[in-house]
């Protein structure tokens, strides 16, 4: 509650749930597009792969940094798990190469 309301009847807070929203979305479906590639045509799945590493990292960082302002300060503290999420992102952002390290692959493999 904020000023007596659920913060979830505020506008800007559904809208920017709504494009979070959109965004896992759009992750979920490279996930799962580069998942089938590496079963039907293995060899040929690096840039599905990098492209749906990318897009988690990037999402994954979005989402902590938007609990985060929902929850305002208090996020960070050990109260609430959302402080835990963005460490974990952070970890997972570096974890078998960082967003800008796949963005090149998928620039290499469309030939930039």
């Not at 000023?3 to 749930?17: N, V």
């Not at 590493?53 to 609990?67: D, H, I, Y």
Request: with cysteine; hydrophobic share 45%; proline share 1%.
């Amino acid at each position: 509650k904020q000023f007596g309301t659920l913060i979830g009847t505020f506008q800007a807070l559904q809208h920017r749930a709504a494009h979070l929203w959109c965004e896992i979305e759009v992750t979920a479906s490279a996930v799962l597009h580069a998942g089938r590639k590496l079963d039907e045509d293995p060899e040929n799945a690096t840039m599905a792969v990098s492209l749906a590493k990318a897009r988690a990292t990037s999402t994954a960082q979005l989402a902590v940094q938007e609990g985060v302002q929902m929850h305002g300060g208090i996020g960070m503290t050990d109260a609430f798990d959302i402080g835990f999420y963005m460490k974990r992102a952070r970890v997972g952002a570096e974890w078998l190469g960082d967003y800008g390290y796949h963005a090149n692959q998928v620039a290499k493999h469309r030939g930039f």
